[in-house]
């Protein structure tokens, strides 16, 4: 009798473990399955620096709202940006997804810049949420969503930056580039032969005009403004100067010798995406960022660790 009840319970107990074991297995698979199974928002982002992480960014909370992943289709346009936000920026290879341009993409949907006048795309949350499959957000410089403001940082607290922070004050000058000038439009500007007197914007744009070697549209910040709020801080500050024009910074460094950190410069016409992202970087590291009244590429940066800005 006792070797029958011994028996019963080693076979109830092998019997319970070998359901347990399968109840887990199968809660793995779903979980496995619910999460290799969540549909994806593609986004092709187009335009400058700032444009794009902007459009990433807004992206991430878009995908956040309505429970998808999203995947970056990183390379070059035909406008303003040359090179990839994942060779250039290196922005956190192991946790944000990359997917090359020319790769095939498969989607259900996709929701074209062309469908508006301009880059700029609006979605509501019910038409990403009644697609069951992937969407394909291309040519897009901006996202907006109908019923949520998209600028969070839920990005940057999903992904950390490879940089650490820094004590250093940013300065970023916009002026107007190469870029501009070649595309006859800064902003409104540059769009008359009368505005592009002065010839390419190498040099830097200052309150009087005959010292002005550039053409300088008419909506920008004068390198004094930059300079007087530079002047506010301690004689012992460092700066890291970032401007469209490279004769800002070799401006920089003869008014404020030994403040302004070193960097590399290029003068030429064609875009150094490798400098330009670099400048990025290691903007988006300081502290504090004293920005022009006219740049994504400076608000962008100063979104990475919540810097402090200070607009000229």
């Not at 530079?230 to 490279?246: A, C, G, I, T």
Request: negative net charge.
């Amino acid at each position: 009798m006792r070797v029958v009840l011994l028996s019963s319970c080693i076979i109830v107990i092998i019997a319970w473990t070998l359901i347990q074991n399968r109840i887990v297995r199968n809660v793995e698979s779903l979980s496995s399955k619910a999460e290799h199974a969540r549909p994806i928002i593609y986004i092709q982002p187009i335009w400058g620096l700032g444009n794009r992480i902007r459009t990433l960014r807004h992206t991430y909370e878009l995908g956040r709202l309505t429970g998808r992943d999203v995947v970056l289709v990183d390379g070059p346009d035909d406008t303003f940006f040359s090179g990839s936000l994942k060779e250039h920026v290196h922005l956190d290879m192991e946790s944000i997804r990359y997917e090359d341009f020319f790769n095939n993409i498969e989607f259900e949907e996709e929701i074209p810049a062309s469908r508006t006048s301009t880059c700029e795309i609006t979605v509501s949350i019910d038409e990403i949420t009644s697609v069951k499959g992937n969407i394909y957000i291309s040519g897009a410089c901006h996202v907006f969503c109908k019923e949520h403001d998209l600028d969070t940082n839920y990005m940057w607290s999903m992904h950390k930056f490879y940089k650490p922070q820094t004590d250093i004050v940013g300065v970023h000058i916009r002026q107007g580039s190469l870029t501009d000038y070649a595309y006859n439009n800064f902003f409104g500007e540059w769009n008359t032969e009368e505005s592009r007197k002065g010839g390419e914007p190498y040099y830097c744009c200052f309150e009087n005009n005959n010292s002005n070697f550039s053409s300088c549209p008419s909506n920008i910040q004068n390198f004094e403004v930059f300079e007087q709020i530079m002047r506010n801080y301690p004689s012992s500050q460092k700066f890291l100067v970032v401007s469209d024009r490279p004769g800002c910074v070799i401006e920089m460094h003869k008014r404020f010798p030994g403040q302004i950190m070193e960097q590399t410069i290029r003068i030429g016409r064609e875009t150094d995406m490798e400098s330009t992202c670099n400048d990025w970087v290691n903007l988006a590291t300081c502290r504090e960022i004293i920005i022009s009244n006219i740049s994504s590429f400076s608000y962008e940066a100063s979104r990475v660790y919540n810097a402090k800005l200070v607009k000229a």
